[in-house]
C-alpha cells in the first residue's frame, strides 16, 4: 500500500508554455502533498505544501503565480508550471502524506522530469 | 525549526567493507528520521525509518541506523559494501512544527570501488 503516481514521468515543452504535472495517492487518502523540486546533483527542496480544499502554502522564494497547484481531491494534487522557461527545467518531486498516521511519513513519487527548450 | 547535516558529501568504500553515512539533526519535538537511496535519474526508495519505537532500525539491503538522542544523530551503516549501493542517500527529519515538513540534508554519494 501508500503508492503514489505521477503523471507524466518525462515531458519536454516550449519555452513561454505551461506544464501540468499530475501527483496521485493510489491507494490512500492524503489530506496534504508536497511538491519539491531536485536539480542536478542537488537535494530536493520542498516548494510547498498542498492542501485538500485549500490554497496551498508555498516555501520564501517560490513564485505561486508561476507554480499553480491544485489539490481538489483527497487522491490528486496537480503542479501546473506557467509560462515555463529553460530555467524551470528540473526534477519535479511530489509526496503524500497518509491520513491517519501518528506519524508522519511522505510517500514520495517517482518524479516528473520537465525539459525546458 | 527543524534541520538536518549530512556530514559527508562523499563517502567511498571497496566492496565488501563497512558502510558508514553520518546525519545529525535538529529538532524542536520528537522527530521522525527517514533514510532514503536515490539511484541516477530514479525516484526515491525508502530504506529505513525511526518513528519513535525501537532506536536501533533495520531497513531494506542489509542497512540500518540508530537514533541516538543525546547525539542528535542517526547514522546510517551496512556492515558489507555491494556494487549496487552506490548511489546518493538523503537523510530526512521531519516534527510537527510547519505541518510535518520533511526537510532533506543535502545528500551523500556513496562510491563503491571494486
Known amino acids: 500500500g501508500a503508492v503514489v503516481s505521477q503523471h507524466p514521468s518525462w515531458v519536454i515543452c516550449k519555452s513561454g508554455t505551461s506544464v501540468k504535472i499530475e501527483c496521485r495517492s493510489l491507494d490512500f487518502q492524503a489530506t496534504t502533498m508536497f511538491w519539491y523540486r531536485q536539480f542536478p546533483k542537488q537535494s530536493l527542496m520542498l516548494m510547498a505544501t498542498?492542501?485538500?480544499?485549500?490554497?496551498?502554502?508555498?516555501e520564501q522564494g517560490v513564485e505561486k503565480d508561476k507554480f499553480l497547484i491544485n489539490h481538489a481531491s483527497l487522491t490528486l494534487s496537480t503542479l501546473t508550471v506557467t509560462s515555463a522557461h529553460p530555467e524551470d527545467s528540473s526534477f519535479y518531486i511530489c509526496s503524500a502524506s497518509r491520513d491517519g498516521l501518528s506519524y508522519n511519513e511522505q510517500f514520495f513519487g517517482p518524479g516528473t522530469r520537465l525539459t525546458v527548450l | 525549526a527543524q534541520s538536518v547535516t549530512q556530514l559527508d558529501s562523499h563517502v567511498s568504500v571497496s566492496e565488501g567493507t563497512p558502510v558508514l553515512l553520518r546525519c545529525n539533526y535538529s529538532?524542536?519535538?520528537?522527530?521522525?528520521l527517514f533514510w532514503y537511496v536515490q539511484h541516477p535519474n530514479k525516484g526515491l526508495q525508502l530504506l529505513l525509518k525511526?518513528?519513535?519505537?525501537?532506536?536501533l532500525v533495520k531497513g531494506i539491503n542489509g542497512f540500518e541506523a540508530e537514533f541516538k538522542k543525546s547525539e542528535t544523530s542517526f547514522h546510517l551503516t551496512k556492515p558489507s559494501a555491494h556494487m549496487s549501493d552506490a548511489a546518493e542517500y538523503f537523510c530526512v527529519v521531519s516534527d510537527r512544527t510547519g505541518g510535518f515538513k520533511a526537510i532533506f540534508g543535502a545528500g551523500t554519494r556513496l562510491f563503491v570501488k571494486a
Open positions: 529538532s524542536s519535538y520528537s522527530p521522525s
Open positions: 498542498s492542501n485538500e480544499g485549500s490554497k496551498a502554502t508555498y
Open positions: 525511526y518513528t519513535s519505537a525501537a532506536t
